[in-house]
């Protein structure tokens, strides 16, 4: 029981530690992509203009992602009182006896009309 609960508490700090390290690596990306379209404006424009652009980009994307935070999520109405797992466990033997009596008055040959494998 503690050999399970060890591993999976080294599966989630695993997971986090790759996790952290992989969202530094998007900073530093988002800075050097930043760095370049700059670089790139500004050769293609004046300095003001391309970092009215970038800045109009981080933006518009900042506005975006705070639009997606706030939208209201759909609820999910709780299962119904009948769908438990007694509930449940009923119907499967129900159905399983109601097989089973389908399959013991069968006279040697499927539905299909060929002979079965288990005769």
Do not use: H, K
Request: glycine content about 8%; charged content about 15%; hydrophobic content about 60%.
């Amino acid at each position: 029981m503690f050999y399970a609960l060890e591993l999976r508490l080294r599966l989630l700090v695993r997971q986090l530690v790759f996790g952290a390290l992989a969202l530094v690596c998007v900073i530093v990306a988002a800075v050097f992509f930043t760095d370049a379209a700059l670089v790139a404006l500004a050769d293609a424009y004046d300095v003001l203009t391309a970092m009215l652009i970038v800045g109009a980009g981080y933006l518009v994307l900042a506005i975006l992602l705070l639009f997606f935070a706030r939208r209201p999520r759909v609820a999910v109405p709780p299962p119904t009182p009948a769908m438990n797992i007694a509930a449940l466990l009923e119907a499967f033997l129900a159905g399983r006896a109601a097989g089973g009596a389908a399959g013991a008055s069968g006279s040697g040959t499927s539905q299909a009309g060929t002979q079965r494998d288990d005769d």
